[in-house]
């Protein structure tokens, strides 16, 4: 049973810098890519960033690009994204999801971190 576990979340202030962490289990994740979406209220799931886990290809939303760092520790089985110069308009809800490279659509989701920044 594959679980996706989100962590790091927290308030802080315009500029400042978060470490969002999932932890991923329940399988081998060779293969897969591994990302992060940001919710907020009323809006669907946005895309910020994916890793292919098996090369460490990276990929990011054009709002994102340069402030934000995704990662991977393959021994930890867990992904990371850095956060820096964080913007208010970076709130919401952060979701780790998984899914094979093959697939259109991420059929693993973790139950979301909340980042708050404020102005």
Excluded: H
Aim: net charge positive; glycine share 12%.
């Amino acid at each position: 049973q594959v679980q996706l576990v989100e962590s790091g979340g927290g308030l802080v202030q315009a500029g400042g810098s978060l470490r969002l962490s999932c932890a991923a289990s329940g399988r081998s994740f060779s293969g897969y890519y591994m990302a992060w979406f940001r919710q907020v209220p009323g809006k669907e799931r946005d895309f910020v960033a994916r890793i292919n886990w098996s090369t460490g290809g990276t990929s990011y939303a054009d709002s994102v690009k340069g402030r934000f760092t995704i990662s991977s520790d393959n021994r930890k089985s867990t992904v990371y994204l850095q956060m820096n110069s964080l913007k208010p308009e970076d709130t919401g809800v952060y979701y780790c999801a998984a899914k094979m490279t093959t697939r259109v659509q991420y059929n693993y989701w973790g139950q979301g971190t909340q980042v708050t920044v404020s102005s």
